[in-house]
């Protein structure tokens, strides 16, 4: 058998902050409201010409240097982003370029804020079918760059922030009775549950550019598309606390474990409001939950493993740990994962 260990994460923030008071002179809007609904007090913009792949690079320059590994011995990357440097092709094989990895295969999903768990569950199947043995996950957003900074998108742009992160995920050998569970102290991954429901596809988006755009092909109209992004913030929101909730009481159901068996809850960064009814909803105390939107903002696909990377060298969370993470996003698409540390 072979188990799915998470040794390494990293993350790579831009160092240019954004604070509440800082979009109120872009936009009419105000430190109270953005703080209220959302817990979220700053966050960090990157400034040109800083691309996607730049803040995946710096992510994964920090995962190597602290792995002590090289590119040559990992074989698959895998990205997530909802905003790579083009419309195509994906990040991954700039990474793979720029920073002299082997012609590895290197692939971007596109599952947007449920980027961690949705890569984690491929990594997982792949590394267990004994195909390959380190996997390189990458996360990284530069929403910046697409948000209608404007009284217009101000619903959306006071959310977002950019940030990148990097986990190392390796293949070790065992025997059945040390495949990682709830019931003994083993680490890697556990379980995955993951989940889509395209009616929401358009509550949460940026439309174009996109086939669907009329005139998407025509020079004269298709600088005229909806390149930022448009939400449906009430109907998400309700969306996003019933699936967070949804995944993981499946989880704790089929481990047969309690919200007190797990060391900490991290959940997608997108609302703390979310994050807290979710932690009400599991009947956690706080200190079981690590959150660190107030200083960064929802960075898409990167906020679980940033996270995961804080919690860590702060100590709230140490190796052999078990901790449980839960996403939703843009799709819809959602999910969880159960992973000793
Ligand atoms: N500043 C000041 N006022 C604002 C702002 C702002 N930035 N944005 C909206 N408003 C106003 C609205 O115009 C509205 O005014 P009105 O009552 O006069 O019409 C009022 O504030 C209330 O707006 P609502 O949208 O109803 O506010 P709500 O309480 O629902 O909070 C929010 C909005 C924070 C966006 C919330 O709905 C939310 O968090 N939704 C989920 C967000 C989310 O999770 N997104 C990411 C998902 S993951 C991914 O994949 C990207």
Same mark, same amino acid.
């Given at each position: 058998h072979f188990k799915t260990v998470m040794t390494h994460f990293s993350r790579y923030l831009p160092p240019g902050r954004v604070t509440n008071n800082d979009l109120s002179k872009l936009m009419d809007t105000n430190d109270a409201w953005i703080t209220e609904r959302s817990?979220?007090?700053e966050r960090r913009f990157v400034e040109e010409p800083t691309t996607t792949s730049d803040l995946a690079i710096e992510a994964v320059k920090k995962i190597l240097e602290e792995s002590k590994l090289k590119p040559s011995d990992f074989d698959y990357i895998i990205a997530s982003t *909802?905003? $790579?440097?083009?419309?195509?092709? #994906?990040?991954?094989?700039?990474?793979?370029?720029?920073?002299?990895?082997?012609?590895?295969?290197?692939?971007?999903?596109r599952v947007q804020c449920s980027?961690?768990?949705?890569?984690?569950?491929?990594a997982d199947a792949m590394i267990k079918s004994g195909q390959y043995k380190r996997i390189l996950l990458v996360f990284s957003d530069v929403q910046s760059k697409l948000l209608d900074l404007t009284t217009n998108g101000r619903n959306v742009a006071v959310l977002f922030?950019?940030?990148a992160a990097a986990v190392i995920c390796e293949a070790e050998e065992?025997?059945?009775?040390?495949?990682?569970?709830?019931?003994?102290?083993?680490s890697g991954v556990i379980d995955t549950i993951l989940g889509s429901d395209g009616t929401g596809a358009e509550l949460l988006l940026i439309?174009?550019?996109?086939?669907?755009?009329?005139?998407? *092909?025509? $020079?004269?109209?298709?600088?005229? #598309?909806?390149?930022?992004?448009?939400?449906e913030g009430r109907l998400v929101f309700k969306h996003a606390v019933s699936r967070m909730c949804e995944v993981a009481e499946t989880l704790m159901k089929r481990h047969q474990i309690t919200a007190n068996d797990i060391a900490c809850l991290i959940p997608h960064q997108a609302n703390l409001r979310i994050s807290e009814m979710v932690r009400e909803k599991m009947e956690l105390s706080p200190d079981k939950v690590f959150n660190n939107i107030h200083q960064y903002g929802n960075t898409t696909s990167a906020t679980i493993p940033i996270c995961i990377n804080e919690a860590l060298e702060q100590g709230r969370v140490k190796k052999g740990d078990l901790i449980l993470t839960v996403a939703f996003g843009a799709g819809f698409t959602w999910g969880g994962s159960l992973i000793r540390l």
């Open positions: 817990g979220i007090r *909802l905003s $790579p440097d083009f419309y195509f092709p #994906g990040i991954a094989p700039i990474v793979q370029h720029k920073l002299g990895f082997p012609m590895i295969p290197a692939v971007d999903i980027a961690f768990v949705y890569s984690t569950q491929l922030g950019d940030g065992c025997s059945e009775s040390e495949l990682p569970s709830t019931n003994n102290n083993k439309r174009s550019p996109g086939t669907a755009t009329k005139g998407f *092909l025509n $020079p004269e109209t298709h600088g005229l #598309g909806d390149w930022h992004p448009k939400m």
